[in-house]
């Protein structure tokens, strides 16, 4: 079992800055990507950034140019720098492990951060 931790949600002005944290413990060997997700009210879950255990970076079209996935094997963490945020940001932004054992894959996810954008 993996358990995913999330922290640094939030409510900031448009325009502010947030850094989302995702911090993995339990079995996270086998640990392929790691990304987050976002869901709005009346939406369906969508993917905002992933980046895999060799560093390989994938971002929706929404957010490129804003948003930065990084990562740190030491600490087991994941991180999601924000800026320029903008309203539609606003969402519950969840964190997602994406394990593989051979060709059997496995999904995590965390209890999920509220971002809030408004003036």
């Known amino acids: 079992q993996v358990q995913l931790v999330?922290?640094?949600g939030g409510l900031v002005?448009?325009?502010g800055s947030l850094r989302l944290s995702c911090a993995a413990s339990g079995s996270i060997f086998s640990i392929y990507a790691m990304g987050w997700y976002r869901q709005a009210p009346?939406?369906?879950r969508?993917?905002?950034a992933t980046i895999t255990s060799g560093g390989s970076t994938n971002y929706a079209d929404s957010?490129?140019?804003?948003?930065?996935?990084?990562r740190d094997n030491a600490k087991n963490t994941v991180y999601l720098q924000m800026?320029?945020?903008?309203?539609?940001d606003t969402a519950v932004y969840y964190c997602n492990a994406h394990k593989v054992i051979v060709t059997?894959?496995?999904?995590y996810w965390g209890?999920?951060?509220q971002v809030t954008v408004s003036s």
Do not use: A, D, H, M
């Not at 957010?63 to 990084?70: A, D, E, P």
């Open 83 to 88: 800026n320029s945020l903008k309203p539609e």
């Open 111 to 113: 209890q999920g951060t």
């Open 42 to 44: 009346g939406k369906q």
């Open 104 to 107: 059997t894959g496995y999904n």
């Open 46 to 48: 969508e993917l905002v």
């Open 6 to 8: 999330e922290s640094g």
């Open 13 to 15: 002005q448009p325009g």
């Open 63 to 70: 957010v490129k140019g804003r948003f930065t996935i990084s």
